[in-house]
């Protein structure tokens, strides 16, 4: 799998947009951008995922750049609970194989959101 | 449904004692995963299973072995436990698709201490 760039940390104040930054700038054609985040003492969860268009659900939006060099996971409004590490990930979207469903983590960005 | 539930939820062994981490799924799902998270790190693949009896590799593997004996449960087994296997173990699963997102659902983890 591609690699990804992410800040190690980013501060919000609560209630404002946040807009976490994603750098993979080898990506191939069929690779999806996932976004996964892992709130305190739990698991990680899905967030969203995209191809080429950007994308929204009741979570978050996608916004990818258009030559996909790069992506944008967008929270409209930070809660608290929204304080948590944020993984952005590449995958194949096709089955090539036993082992393609691996998903790759790197560090994440940590993000803090001030009351 | 519990989804992906993981025991025990914490454990400290002494250096060279065995114990086997449960990981079970009420979600019918095919793949199952077992990953390790040390302080300030992103997850790493430990093994994987795409089916009922049928396991695999990942990243780091050694000094873990796992089975598959059902569809819905996934057991990691330390045969004789290292302090380099101070962790926080997340098992995670997934539907198998041709195509598609192969979204991964976590467990809550569990924490483990080798003294």
């Known amino acids: 799998d591609a690699k990804t760039t992410q800040p190690n940390s980013m501060e919000s104040n609560e209630e404002e947009p946040v807009h976490l930054p994603c750098n993979h700038s080898?990506?191939?054609?069929?690779?999806?951008i996932h976004w996964y985040r892992q709130l305190p003492s739990q698991g990680p969860e899905y967030v969203i995922h995209?191809?080429?268009s950007n994308v929204n659900n009741r979570m978050a939006s996608l916004a990818i750049a258009e030559d996909r060099k790069s992506s944008t996971l967008i929270l409209h409004r930070a809660t608290l609970r929204d304080a948590a590490v944020y993984y952005c990930?590449?995958?194949?979207?096709?089955?090539?194989?036993?082992?393609?469903?691996?998903?790759?983590f790197g560090k994440g960005t940590k993000l803090s959101v001030i009351p | 449904n519990a989804g992906v539930t993981q025991t025990p939820k914490f454990r400290v062994l002494k250096t060279g004692q065995s114990m086997t981490l449960l990981c079970a799924q009420d979600m019918n799902h095919e793949y199952m995963y077992w990953y390790r998270q040390d302080p300030g790190m992103g997850l790493r693949l430990i093994h994987y299973?795409?089916?009922?009896?049928?396991?695999a590799k990942g990243e780091v593997p050694d000094g873990y072995n796992v089975s598959r004996l059902k569809k819905q449960n996934f057991l990691l087994g330390l045969e004789s436990a290292a302090p380099s296997q101070t962790s926080v173990y997340f098992c995670a699963s997934s539907y198998f698709m041709w195509v598609g997102i192969n979204e991964q659902f976590f467990g809550p983890g569990t924490r483990l201490t080798v003294l």
């Open positions: 995209g191809l080429t």
């Open positions: 080898t990506i191939s054609g069929t690779d999806y």
């Open positions: 299973s795409v089916g009922e009896g049928t396991t």
């Open positions: 990930i590449l995958r194949d979207l096709a089955y090539s194989g036993a082992g393609s469903y691996q998903l790759t």
